[in-house]
């Protein structure tokens, strides 16, 4: 008799099997029920590459969360009343026309005038990570969550002196931003680390328009379409989106990646002999491992696909994990190989939607990973150990103990 199918919570990182490791469960799902219809969330939950790449790209499906069905996943724990949603989940015509006054400053060919800053922080920070008395050390604490707030924040021109509160806002609004779990104290921090932000970024862009410098921040108050321009508001839900979607996922990237190197050591070993093979370890670390696990739409209008009915305003949830495993489209999917030749992928989405801090985060993550090889030739697991974070959507450490020698 075969056993239950996982749905649910069973499908998130607050289920502790799942959030140890989801690769098995997500496989079976894929082989057993593609696309499951789970009922205790209200959503579709797609699992196959071709389902999640098609969907993903297919322009008229909605992300707007105040369209999806009352009960639903969307509506349910992604919408915030009638509140207009950040740029990540509108629809068009009101994200077509952001997307197109912010696509210059954060173009890959406007992003790479700032790597020689990300080296420079990732440099830094490696180097302070441990005494010279030590050989053990907590990645996350120590590199993997102050490198890209750091980066992110001084792109931005924010004083270094507020990082730390930046961090520590961030993370309490990303805690319950995805979560289908009721946490009225978690919800009340989020909604106070939220105005705190907005306060913040709001004296930030008051601040540009006196006196701009070479800055994101200057450079959307400068941004220009067509005659229309963004307004200060708009400006600050930019910075916010920013610093939420690209410091969490960063920081699980670099955690991940680390993690994936040291359970493959023949793998970490290659790299640091053959450092031109950077660029492909990082393209396959966010293809077997990707910080970012589900993205969503809802359908427009009735569809039917593979024999599934599913009806205008339902939710699907396009599992990114679960794609970037599939065996119908990649040999020997489990397998970390920095040399795999095709390392292509869905974690960033895709689409209109596709992520706009995309080539940031490839950035940091090499330069990180380039400043960890340098700094510590030799690294294993530590005597601490490691635990997975419980953040819905999203799969990285919450901390993660390394043996380092110099």
Known sequence: MSSALPTGIQLTTLDQKFREDPYPILAELRKRDPIHHDTQLGRFFFTRHKDVFEILRDPDYWSDPRKGNEGGFARGYLSRGDEEPPMLMMDNPGHRRLRELVRHPFAPRAIERWRGHAREVATRVVGA???????????????????????????????????????????????????????????????????????????????????????????????????DRLTDAEIAQQCELLLLAGNLTTSDLIGNAVMALLRNPDQLEMLRVRPELMTNTVEEVLRYDSSVTDSGRIANKDIVIDGIEIQQGESMTLCLAAANRDPATYPDPDRFDIKRMDTHHQSFGGGRHFCLGAHLARIELAETLSALIAEFPRMSFGDGGHRYAANPSFRGLADFWVHVER
Do not use: Y
């Open 129 to 227: 990570s441990v005494c010279a008395s030590e050989d053990e050390f907590d990645l996350i604490s120590k590199i993997a969550n102050p490198i890209p707030t750091i980066v992110i924040a001084e792109m931005l021109g924010v004083d270094p002196d507020r990082h730390d509160q930046l961090s520590s806002w961030s993370d309490a609004v990303i805690k319950v931003a995805f979560s289908p779990m009721e946490d009225p104290e978690g919800t009340a921090a989020a909604e106070e680390a939220r105005a705190k932000l907005s306060s913040l970024f709001m004296t930030e862009i008051e601040r540009r328009h006196l006196h701009p410098g070479d800055d994101l921040i200057s450079s959307m108050v400068a941004a220009e379409e067509l005659g």
